[in-house]
């Protein structure tokens, strides 16, 4: 039987310098080359969804159509409008990708392999607080984005940067507690060591409620339909880059965006999904978790946890700013708090012996049930509450309507009454209201 060589913290630190540059530049063009495809396989698998082809024209299939878009916006004309601030203004985009690059540096791609030679982990780095480094670069991109809004003096971008701020406070507080629940059964927060952890049944299994809230986070903080409140067309123009024209400072930005969206997408493998551990029944073979095959695995899950956001995308509509906000504080944070306060009694129960699982999966995962069910029941104990607030208020209102029915000017242009006894010398008598 073939052992698997998961990397662990102890294997960090210890490869030479040309080889930290070869896995640096080799996640830089993974990076690069996967939003150029992704552009396309999004647009391609939209307009499938759609019941049209989509790109066809540059190249073949289509596949050259984002080599040309790029093309394009970094020859366009670089302009800065007037009143802009030209530095926050030109490093607002930088802010937005620099730290998405750097987020996805903790995301394990493999075991440890030979690579040139050298005994290596596929994973560039990792840190005992890997997971915080991540929602920490996640933070910091949005100053980029509120930057942009501010530093374009427009009204509309700055809309956009706010709402991007405000959105960014709710939803990493519940993505932050979603992660609790992981770092509790994992007993870490580092990446390889959490994919360790998930040797035997991946925490989308035994952790679902944490997993359900980190996709609906995941939405909100990638900026994703129908949480991309910050650059909502209808409302806003643009968006935060309203102002910015379609130039590379605009390839920079939706660069970064994508980065966003690859990052959670492999968060959500590496957190949830077992990492790059085969699926059951594959990882059955001896071979499956050994060598360069994880690769496989991970690229697999990873491809389609994107293609589940590009469905959300074509199926959904963009909801209402208070309604994601209200879904952020009212629903999500305050069910985290109740699922982590379980987590912490079931991990007390069950982990016994130095943290080894001894307990049973169906005692874990009907726990889990139970707290969706209960969850369940109280939104809809509070959706029952509103919509009897929406009946007593609509009531109100249609009682102040037809009270104002009886008035004289209803329907009509009310006349307000001259009581002055002489307008330029002439006498006049005051007109009741409601006459003409």
């Known amino acids: ?25 080799m996640l830089f063009v993974f990076l690069m080359l996967g939003v150029l495809f992704g552009v396309w396989f999004e647009r391609k698998l939209i307009s499938r969804m759609q019941n049209r082809y989509g790109p066809n024209r540059a190249g073949k299939f289509g596949l050259l159509q984002s080599v040309a878009d790029g093309i394009k916006m970094g020859l366009k004309e670089d302009l800065f409008p007037n009143t802009v601030d030209k530095v926050l203004y030109l ?70 940067g706010l709402r991007s701020a405000a959105q960014v406070v709710s939803y990493e507080i519940a993505m932050g507690l979603s992660f609790v629940a992981v770092f509790l059964f994992a007993g870490t ?118 293609c589940f956001i590009v469905w959300v995308r074509a199926s959904l509509p963009r909801v209402r700013y208070d309604q994601l906000m209200s879904l952020g504080w009212k629903v999500l944070i305050p069910v985290n708090l109740a699922w982590i306060l379980l987590v912490a009694a079931v991990r007390n129960v069950l982990f016994v012996n130095n943290g080894t699982f001894e307990g049973d999966l169906y005692v874990s995962a009907g726990l889990g049930v139970i707290i969706v069910i209960g969850a369940l029941a109280i939104w809809m104990r509070f959706d029952t509450v509103n919509q009897r607030r929406k009946e007593a208020r609509k009531a109100e209102v249609e009682a102040e309507f037809e009270e104002l029915s009886n008035e004289p000017t209803a329907g009509g242009f009310p006349v307000p009454p001259l009581d002055l006894p002489h307008y330029h010398g002439v006498q006049h008598k005051e007109i009741p209201s409601g006459t003409n």
């Open 91 to 160: 490093l607002a985009p930088i802010i937005m990708v620099v730290p998405a690059f750097l987020a996805f540096s903790i995301v394990p791609f493999g075991p440890v392999v030979n690579l040139f030679g050298v005994q290596t982990p596929l994973q560039l780095v990792d840190l005992p607080v890997a997971v915080l480094f991540m929602l920490a670069m996640g933070a910091v991109s949005v100053y980029g984005v509120v930057l942009a809004g501010w530093s374009s003096r427009s009204p509309y971008a700055l809309l956009g």
């Open 189 to 306: 927060l580092s990446t390889s060591e959490i994919v360790e952890a998930q040797e035997a049944t991946w925490f989308a299994v035994l952790l679902l409620p944490s997993f359900l809230v980190y996709v609906v986070c995941m939405f909100g903080e990638a900026a994703r339909i129908p949480f991309d409140l910050p650059e909502g067309e209808g409302e806003l123009v643009g968006g935060f880059q309203t102002e910015y024209s379609s130039s590379l400072k605009f390839a920079v930005i939706m660069m970064a965006e994508y980065i966003h969206t690859f990052t959670a997408s492999g968060i959500a493998v590496t957190l949830f999904l077992g990492g790059w551990r085969a699926p059951f029944p594959i990882s059955m073979w001896e071979g499956a978790n050994v060598g360069y095959w994880p690769v496989l695995w991970f690229f697999i899950k990873f491809v389609l946890t994107f």
């Open 1 to 25: 039987m073939k052992i698997v060589l998961a990397a662990d913290l102890a294997d960090f630190g210890k490869d030479p310098l040309w080889i930290t540059i070869i896995k640096a530049v």
